[in-house]
Nanobody
Framework: QVQLVESGGGSVQAGGSLRLSCAAS????????MAWFRQAPGKERAWLAR???????TVADSAKGRFTISKDDAKNTLILEMRGLQPEDTAMYYC??????????????????WGQGTRVTVSS
């Protein structure tokens, strides 16, 4: 059974940094695509960054230049390094995996598995 467990969320002041991790278990092979989504209060869940099994990455405009996605296949771990955090980055952050379509398009409808989420709060 596939499980995704996020960690690393917390509260920071504007301009601060956080490193989110997602530990994946239950896979017999590297997932075709792994991604980070976030959902702010009252808003829809939206993708932030994705990485395919070959390490190719795509980052949403809202995260470009500030967020970096990476993975450690040996540890089955997905990472999101966030810097320059702003109050508008306050949200629940979710790890997700899915087929190549998730990396091609990025929509929630391509997600096969979700983590439980980790909360990020940025104060001004």
């Amino acid at each position: 059974q596939v499980q995704l467990v996020e960690s690393g969320g917390g509260s920071v002041q504007a301009g601060g940094s956080l490193r989110l991790s997602c530990a994946a278990s239950g896979y017999t092979a590297t997932p075709a695509c792994m991604a980070w989504f976030r959902q702010a209060p009252g808003k829809e869940r939206a993708w932030l960054a994705r990485i395919d099994k070959d390490g190719r990455t795509t980052v949403a405009d809202s995260a470009k230049g500030r967020f970096t996605i990476s993975k450690d296949d040996a540890k089955n771990t997905l990472i999101l390094e966030m810097r320059g955090l702003q109050p508008e980055d306050t949200a629940m952050y979710y790890c997700a995996t899915g087929p190549l379509g998730l990396c091609a398009v990025g929509g929630t409808w391509f997600v096969s598995y979700w983590g439980q989420g980790t909360r990020v709060t940025v104060s001004s």
